[in-house]
């Protein structure tokens, strides 16, 4: 408790921080956003996972902020003939933008009228984010609009209402 206390009190690091702890203790290093600061435990988000570390072992850990650009984070929904290899590949057409690795995409959900895809890509330079935002909506634009039926698109019933 007297360890929560004593983060609480110095801040070396907030909650949304992105921070690398690294200490025996943690068999190496534990990496990832802080969640939550309590007295007993310090809550790191990893993807979908959360990691609790005592706080005893957080104040003994050398602490590493990690100053890295915000990632794009899109949640589209596609149309139900469209693959997530399709995206892929017009991704790597339409990025121009230097990232740090390739474009992450993972299935969220699937029915029959759409399918529900997750695109993380996060760039080499902060001030690049909003190019390579405008990068990944117009590789997936296409992907993403209703087709046409009879040759009268949503939009178009909409608007004739």
Excluded at 31 to 38: A, F, I, M, T
Excluded at 44 to 69: G, W, Y
Aim: avoid cysteine; hydrophobic fraction near 40%; proline fraction near 7%.
């Amino acid at each position: 408790m007297i360890a929560g206390l004593v983060l609480i009190s110095v801040r070396p690091f907030k909650v949304g921080d992105r921070v690398r702890l690294q200490a025996g203790g943690l068999a190496g290093q534990v990496e990832g956003v802080v969640s939550s600061l309590g007295l007993l435990y310090t809550t790191f988000a990893q993807n979908q996972d959360s990691i609790m570390v005592p706080n005893n072992v957080v104040l003994s850990a050398a602490v590493v902020p990690l100053r890295e650009p915000a990632a794009v984070d899109l949640r589209a929904r596609l149309r139900p003939d469209v693959r997530p290899s399709t995206i892929q590949t017009m991704l790597e057409e339409a990025i121009t933008t230097p990232t740090r690795g390739e474009p992450n995409i993972s299935l969220e959900e699937v029915d029959a009228d759409e399918v529900v895809v997750r695109i993380q890509a996060t760039p080499l330079s902060d001030a690049d984010g909003p190019k390579l935002a405008d990068e990944v909506l117009a590789a997936v634009g296409t992907a993403t609009e209703v087709q046409p039926t009879n040759g009268v698109t949503d939009a178009g019933r909409r608007s004739d209402g």
